[in-house]
Structure formats: structure tokens, C-alpha cells
């Protein structure tokens, strides 16, 4: 996983509630083997009506996601949160995330800013207006800066996914941090006891 630190580039506006997984990523694609080309799964069956936002070129380089609330409900699959990222998008704005989903986003690199929802029906509409709206989120300060509307915002982040994310530490990458102390433990412990070999 790469470290995040800041993410800087304009927003889509995806102005629907209660978006779950089965809509972000159909089911069809939890077949695939492989781990990559899931961006052409993203929101597909809403892709086939030419008005879905998605479909606006206008909005083809947006690199955050400005969604409504209780974004990525549902059953639990990695696969939605690898389908925005590889999509290109390496933040979620929302007043809501489904736990779970949060969960995985965090653990992926993908970062979940959630809001209020009195702000969150505000940068929906500003995005909608203005396409080429610019972002900055800034992991280490947890803060959103968008200074063409003259607009700072905080957003809540606990210290161990801002580490996650700022180290690039995905959990085997944590584990791996802790490779000198899980050597030291295996080298005392007593020899009767079963070993990886064993």
C-alpha cells in the first residue's frame, strides 16, 4: 500500500443515499480472480443510463467521490473499495459510512472522510456547479481545504488509521513492523513447544 498524505484534485458528485456494495461493485464481478480491473465493474448498472454522473466527461478526472449519506452499506467485499480505487479515486467524501466498508477503505488506502450532513448537501451542490472544483485533504492534519470557496473543514480520524494510511502500513505490512519483537518472542520461547516447521 503507498502512503497518503495528501490528496489533491476535484470531485464527482454522487448525490444518491444508501449506496451499497452490491451497487458499487455487482456481484457478477466477485468471480474474478485476478485483484485488478475492477474499475470497469464501478456503479455498471448504473452506468448503462447516459445521465448517470459518471458518464459526464465533465467530471472523467475527478479523483474524490462527494457522496450522499450511509455510502457503502451492506455486505462486506473489498472488491467496492478496489473498484473506486482503481477507477481513480482516492477519497470518499460522506455524513455517513457503512462500518464495514469503512473498515476496508482504511485498510486499502482509500480514505473516508465523513462530514456533517449539512456540509455534505453543500459540497455535493458546489461540485455540481462548479466541476473543477479543487480539493486538498490533508491526512496528517485531518483537515479538507477547498480554497476556491474559502473553506476548511476537519474531519474525524483515529491515530492508528492515520498512521495506516500515512506510513502505507496495510496488516501485513503492520505485522512486518513488528518483525524484531516476534523474532525476539519466538528465540525465548521454550523449546519443548511446536514450531513453524513443526
Known sequence: MEPVHII???GVPLDRSDVDTDQIIPSDWLKRVERT???????????DNPDFILNNEVYSSASILIAGPNFGTGSSREHAVWAIQQAGFKAVISPRFGPIFRNNSMKNGLVPVEVESELGKRLLQE?????FLEFVIDVERALVEVPEIDLTFAFPIDESVQERLLN???????????EASISKYEEDRLAWLPTQSS
Not at 37 to 47: A, D, H, I, P, Q
Not at 127 to 131: A, D, H
Not at 168 to 178: E, F, K, M
Open 37 to 47: 480491473g475492477f474499475e470497469k465493474g464501478l456503479f455498471s448498472e448504473w452506468k
Open 168 to 178: 502505507g502500513l496495510d496488516d501485513i505490512g503492520i505485522t512486518l513492523s513488528n
Open 8 to 10: 489533491q484534485g476535484t
Open 127 to 131: 461540485v455540481l456547479e462548479k466541476p
